[in-house]
Every structure is written in C-alpha cells, then in structure tokens.
C-alpha cells in the first residue's frame, strides 16, 4: 500500500488524481443539468420535484453511495489543487521582473487556482441555499419553490451566473488537460478532446445559467 | 538598410550565487539591426570593459541555436519574442529604436544563478545521470541495422531527440516545471528498441531525480513547448506520464 500512497502523491500522481477526480465532477455536472433542466418546463415543478424525490431517496442505494463519493473526491480535488499550487510556486522562487505568458499559453490555463477557488465559495453558498435546507433541513415548502425564491434575487442570480462563466473557464482547461495527464495525446485525436472540451465547458455553463435567467425574467413580468 | 537603433538594456546583475542581485540599465547605442542579440551584448560589453566595468555574463557556445547554452528571458519570454529560435537566432530588427528591454536569468529555485545571466543547470545533469541513457556493451561497433527500426518510429524518437536542454521549458513554466526537458529525454529513447529494456527503471528514477530537484509538476499550459526552440510536442509529456504510470504498477518492489 505504500507504494501506490507514494504513486498517487508524486508530482505526476497528484495530477493523475487532480485528473481523474476533475472527469468524475464533470460528469456530475452533465448528470445535474440533466436534472435541473426540468426547471424550465412550465409544470409548476412536478417533473422536477418527482426527479429530486427519486434523487434523494434513501432507498436509491447507489445514488448514495455515490453522493458521499461525490463529496470526498470534490473535497480531494480542490484540496489537492491548493496544495499543487503551493508546491508549483515555490519551484519558480524569484519571480521574473518582466512576464508575457500570454505568449505562450491561454489564461484559462493559468488561472485555475483563481476560478477552482471561486467556485468553491460558490459551491458552499449553493449547498446552504438548496442542498442543506432542502435535503438535510426542515425547509418548509418545496425546494421548486426555494428555486423560485433564489433567483428572484438579481444579486443571487448575477453571483450565479459570475460563478458559471468561471466554471466554463475552469473546464475549457481542465477537461482538455485531464486527458493529457492521463498520457491521452495524439495527432489524431487530441484536437478533437480540445475541441470536445470548449463545447462541453460552453454547454455546462449556457445550460445552468438558462435556469436564473429564466427565473429572473418570470420574477420581474411578474409571472409566478 | 534599416536604420541603426538605440536602446536600452535593462539588465539583470548579480555578482555570485550569494549576490542578492539588481537591475542595471545600459545604453546600447548605434545598434544594427543585422546584429544578432549575443553580437548586441557583445559590443555592449565591450564599452563596459573599456570604461573598466565589469562585462555582463551570458552563456553561449555555438552560436548556431544547436548547443542550448545561450538560455535568457527577453522581455518576458525565454529566448525573445520569437517562437522556435535559440537567443543567438534572434536578430535585433525584431526590436524597435528606443525600445527597452528587459534582460534576465532563467527564474526556477532549481536553477539558481551563478552570475549575471548565467544560471546552474546541473539538475539537467543529474537527471540524466540518474536514467536518460540506455545499458550496452563496448567493443566491437555493432552490425548496422540488425535490428529493424520502422521509419516512423526513428523519426518520432527524433522528434524528441532534438532537445537542446536549453531549460526553457522550465523558465516559461509557470510551474517552473521541467516535464518537457524530462519527457523528451525519456521518450527519444524509448521509441526506439534500444530503449525499451530499461523504460521502467528510467521512467521512476528521471521522474524521482526530477522531483528531487524541485522543479514543479506539469499544469499542462503548454507554455514550454510553444517557447521551445526544438519545438518539442506535448506528446513527449503524455509518453512520460504513460511509462511512469505503467512502470509503477509493473516493478515488483
């Protein structure tokens, strides 16, 4: 066991969790928005609430099991991220006085620490409005309603969409590069993975933020 | 003809590794703009010894962009504004008159600067020492071509083995991560049969020897192999990160 605790942790296996832990949330977020995308349909919520009710479940065994998996590896993830960062800025040491990285590579690249951090804050201020309440708490009404009510706010739905367009620029490096790590690069089919990875980071982040949008809007004509 | 330039240099000085080191600006006047970069620093030195200063050091050798030596960070770039040239390559019509330029060693806490512009690259070394090389007997030269090698498979091990080991791979690296230099190392050697006996021992010892030295891991920005003279692909790094992976699963302590 000590030498796959070395593995996992030498500079190359770090990334390979960074890596594989990075595709399992992206998938989650497909599997999310599938499920939240049931928002929009203009049933006062039922199909949504039906799917949330098989969801949460207690008796959805595998879906549990995975919804703790889900946490560990999300935590892992952001903080093995951290701790990648640290290590990497202290390789630099002094920094250089003059700097053109944009010669060379793209700024999503670069700021992953920068939006993997916001989208944390993110992702505690989103648990405590629906995830916490809704699954864990006594929250009265349903958690349509709480949806309703959350992005009725301007503000609340603005930090929203702040936070996906963050993500978008999260995943057009982070899908693309979680193959990399892998050791997945070829001629053939690499640029389709960075093609792959734009439109999975665009689609993510167009699809939730449809949801604010669509309920700010319906808060504002008034419409309930 | 172009007209000649004048400059400024603002240059990086550091008298030894325990110099804490400062910027100096100099005038590089009457400048032509046929002159390389390593020409420019010469004729400016050359004023500095006459007024009896001490001349600014920079490494160079070749002067042909094959011998990786002249490495320095131009403007915020490692080798200059151009991509796929070495600082020697690098001609002054690429600047502009009365532009400033900035000067400076490599920046990684692996390669600590001994003087000036001129940093240690031993750690380059050591990882060498430690795997990029392939066991055989001396003797006799063996016979040529005894062991069939697929075009194909020369030219992508060739593709790798174009690294200089300049270092600005790791110089452009955010992370100051040198996976490019170790990949290309490892992958030159292990396309080709020759290189395959000893691919898991090398793969684990570069990948410890480079960890050892603090260089930082690969965050996949690609900056090194845009700024790489050689050009070396990305390729090298996914063929690094496969050998370790597998070699870890497959040595038996």
Known sequence: MGWFIKFIDSSLGKKLVMALTGLFLALFLLEHLGGNLLLLINDGGEAFTTFSEVMASPYNIIIRVIEYGLFILMFYHAVNGVRLWFLNKRSRGQAYESYNPSANSTLFSRTMILSGSIIFIFLVIHLRTFFFPYRLGDAPGSMYEGVIEAFSDPVYSGFYLLALVLLAFHLIHGVQSAFQTLGLNHNKYTPFIKGFGIVFAVVICAGFASIPIYFLFRSMSGGM | ?253
């Not at chain 2, 532009?99 to 940093?119: G, H, N, S």
């Not at chain 2, 020759?194 to 090398?202: F, P, S």
């Open chain 2, 1 to 253: 003809m172009a007209k000649n330039m004048n400059l400024k240099l603002k240059v990086w000085r550091q008298k030894n590794k325990e110099d804490k080191g400062r910027f100096q600006i100099y005038d590089a006047t009457n400048v032509s703009p046929d002159m390389s970069f390593l020409e420019m620093i010469d004729v400016v030195n050359e004023e500095l010894i006459k007024k009896g200063e001490d001349p600014i050091a920079i490494d160079h050798d070749c002067r042909e962009g094959i011998c990786g030596s002249c490495g320095v960070y131009i403007n915020g770039r490692p080798h200059g504004p151009l991509r796929e040239i070495t600082t020697c390559q690098l001609y002054m019509r690429h600047f502009h008159d009365g532009q400033t330029i900035v000067i400076e060693p490599w920046r990684a806490a692996a390669f600590p600067v001994i003087k000036d512009l001129i940093v240690d690259r031993s750690a380059f070394d050591r990882i060498i020492a430690a795997g990029g090389f392939i066991s055989v007997n001396t003797g006799g030269a063996p016979d040529a071509n005894a062991i069939p090698i697929t075009k194909d498979d020369q030219e992508w091990s060739l593709d790798a083995a174009e690294c200089i080991g300049c270092g600005a791979c790791v110089a452009a690296c955010k992370n100051a991560s040198a996976m490019l230099f170790v990949s290309a190392k490892a992958s030159h050697l292990v396309r080709l049969p020759q290189g395959k006996i000893e691919r898991e021992r090398r793969a684990l010892a570069m990948v410890a020897q480079m960890e050892k030295e603090g260089f930082g891991s690969c965050t996949n920005t690609e900056a090194c192999s845009a700024e790489c003279p050689k050009g070396i692909s990305m390729d090298a790094i996914a063929q690094l990160r496969r050998e370790y992976f597998k070699a870890n699963f497959k040595v038996r302590k």
